[in-house]
């Protein structure tokens, strides 16, 4: 199994070939890859027949061609990729538990909005650009969520610090004006105050999980009150204005489960997409194939270390 496995992350990486050219998606849109094999962002349709030929739309890796050289060599295990839109302008946004943080513009693929090495030790799991021009970032071994000052400079490295045991995800809340923040015990709601130069984090709610482990974090595209939340042994949906969870939601079948390393809703479709490690993997957090549902279905790349699959749409 070791030696197949081996074979077919060869053959992935030989294929993933960075380009800013952008190909038709599929009907279902586009899907984001954050992919560990080649070390790269893969975006392609959402498309049986796309996933089995590697049919590409664009892939992402800092290199010394797209002007973050410098960085490259943190950008190990690429485990978030999300999309943003800030004054015209798309930009993906990326971790890797290298100690990559950045904010990359979509699709040219060059420069960077912020970019830095927020450390390797600290093990960043998600990144999310806000309103002001700063960027927040949560990391799990770190235990911390920061909002470094990236409105100050593309490469800024002064940062506000809110501990968080476990920071795994983080998420801009637009109606409530806050910044949600989630690690392994609790979701934090954060007010974001201060000034751009010197923003000050102060805790608004805090809501202890129903289980350990939370891993992500996101919204559910059209409610103003739901975010999908994820833990060690749950998909749930927390609603912000009582302050719960539930597992009582549409597709719930098909979405609840454990481990499940990250969860999207297609704000196009509705169609949700998540990403549950594989028992057989040679990479024990990784998957080759994510699942989706409402309807259902399944999308695989074969030999692919993939840890989260996003809707490749902002989310807000």
């Avoid at 890859?33 to 959402?46: D, N, T």
């Avoid at 809110?162 to 709601?189: K, S």
Wanted: net charge neutral.
């Amino acid at each position: 199994m070791r030696k197949t496995a081996l074979l077919l992350l060869a053959a992935l990486a030989a294929v993933v070939v960075a380009s800013p050219v952008q190909a038709a998606p599929g009907a279902g849109g586009l899907v984001a890859l954050a992919e560990q094999a080649s070390r790269k962002i893969i975006v392609l349709p959402a498309d049986r027949e796309a996933w089995r030929t590697r049919a590409f739309t664009w892939t992402w890796a800092p290199t010394a061609a797209n002007g973050l050289g410098d960085l490259a060599a943190k950008f190990v295990s690429p485990d978030e990729a999300k999309l943003t839109e800030r004054g015209g302008q798309q930009y993906l946004m990326t971790t890797a538990s290298g100690g990559f943080a950045g904010v990359i513009p979509y699709p040219q693929g060059t420069g960077a909005y912020w970019a830095a090495d927020v450390g390797g030790p600290s093990n960043p799991h998600s990144i999310e650009l806000l309103p002001d021009g700063n960027v927040a970032v949560a990391a799990s071994t770190g235990g911390w969520l920061r909002v470094y000052t990236a409105s100050q400079g593309a490469r800024s490295t002064t940062y506000a610090e809110y501990p968080l045991v476990g920071g795994h995800g983080v998420v801009w809340d637009n109606e409530r004006q806050v910044l949600w923040a989630l690690g392994t015990h609790e979701l934090v709601a954060l007010r974001v105050g201060g000034t751009p130069a010197a923003p000050v984090l102060t805790p608004e709610q805090v809501v202890h999980l129903p289980s350990e482990g939370g891993h992500d974090l996101q919204p559910v595209p059209g409610s103003r009150d739901q975010l999908w939340v994820t833990t060690e042994t749950g998909v749930l949906r927390f609603s912000k204005a009582r302050g719960t969870f539930s597992t009582r939601y549409p597709g719930a079948p098909g979405i609840n489960g454990h481990n499940v390393k990250s969860v999207t809703t297609n704000a196009r479709t509705g169609q949700v997409l998540t990403a549950t490690p594989q028992a057989d993997h040679i990479c024990t957090w990784c998957t080759d194939t994510v699942d989706l549902a409402l309807p259902g279905g399944e999308l695989t790349l074969r030999g692919a270390w993939i840890y989260k699959a996003r809707w490749w749409q902002p989310q807000h």
